[in-house]
């Protein structure tokens, strides 16, 4: 029998401007959207007291202190966005990577972060295993 894994999604929001430059159309004017994320962790071991891979709590916290980082600002005017347009894509690298980050003390691995600008239009991330 093979081995097991869970794996966990939690969901946020975030609302920004930002311009997408030489891009040649009308995303190149400052517009807004109210952007979507979601989380996606896996793991092969339970809490064996809770029977949890982590608390959805804190899942859910780790992902609102990122997007409070983006949360009603002009995205253009941040330091990850200098140099780089902080597209759908781009932000789908930094909320991943943010989240990396916030999770390395936890026995999750992030496997893929989405992040959509409206129902039909997703971007995902991802970085493989370590």
């Not at 789908?92 to 390395?104: H, I, P």
């Amino acid at each position: 029998m093979g081995k097991g894994q869970w794996r966990l999604r939690v969901s946020g929001d975030f609302s920004s401007s930002h311009q997408l430059r030489h891009y040649e159309g009308k995303c190149e004017n400052m517009h807004g959207h109210n952007f979507e994320v979601e989380v996606d962790v896996v793991g092969d071991r339970l809490d064996p007291k809770l029977g949890i891979l982590i608390d959805f709590k804190v899942l859910k916290r780790l992902l609102k202190t990122v997007t409070d980082e983006l949360d009603h600002r002009h995205l253009n005017e941040l330091p990850a966005f200098a140099d780089h347009n902080p597209s759908s894509e781009l932000l789908a690298q930094y909320v991943y990577r943010r989240m990396k980050e916030l999770l390395a003390a936890h026995p999750v691995r992030l496997e893929q972060v989405m992040v959509s600008e409206k129902a039909s239009s997703r971007a995902y991330y991802s970085e493989g295993t370590d």
